[in-house]
């Protein structure tokens, strides 16, 4: 017969009921970053597909009528008034200055440069012909320029609308002083 000593039972019995590994404490906060991450990306996909659904209900109930292409031939014959601004009396970038005037006024300056000569005593208005005399007379009062300085003279080969030629008056005229 075999007898088994009580020892040998004791030793068996504390092997058979196994204790659960100890978890240290990097193995718990690696486990909460893991968790907290995965939390993370499930409420940023919620907040993507909301957005998405949200869009897509939009763009069901939202009528969709398409726009005409546009014709750069409209754009290009809108009412935009032309001008030519162009120094008169030689003083170094007065017509830049003439233009960023009118420009601040919505006119489009489509040249600016140097007059054939530096001899003009007055600012003068040249009227293409191109609009109507109210507008002329608008230009004119934007610049403080008298409407007795227009003339009229038509030509085909200028772009313009009208051609201002500033004189050496210009310290005279309204728009000059005004922007000093």
Excluded: W
């Excluded at 196994?18 to 970053?33: A, C, E, F, G, N």
């Excluded at 320029?145 to 003279?153: E, F, G, P, R």
């Amino acid at each position: 017969m075999n007898k088994r000593s009580p020892r040998k039972k004791r030793v068996k019995l504390a092997s058979a009921t196994k204790r659960p590994p100890r978890t240290d404490k990097s193995d718990r906060t690696i486990s909460l970053v893991k968790t907290k991450v995965t939390s993370f990306l499930i409420l940023s996909l919620i907040v993507v597909n909301v957005v998405l659904i949200s869009h897509f209900v939009h763009r069901l109930l939202t009528d969709y009528t398409p726009q005409p292409p546009i014709n750069l031939s409209d754009i290009a014959n809108a009412d935009v008034f032309e001008v030519r601004v162009l120094n008169g009396c030689g003083i170094s970038g007065l017509a830049n200055t003439f233009s960023e005037i009118l420009k601040r006024q919505d006119y489009d300056v489509v040249e600016t440069g140097n007059a054939e000569t530096f001899e003009y005593k007055t600012s003068i208005l040249i009227d293409h012909g191109k609009r109507d005399q109210k507008q002329i007379q608008n230009l004119c009062k934007t610049l403080g320029i008298s409407t007795d300085l227009i003339i009229k003279l038509s030509a085909d080969d200028v772009a313009a609308d009208a051609t201002v030629i500033i004189g050496s008056d210009y310290q005279s005229l309204r728009s000059y002083r005004d922007m000093r």
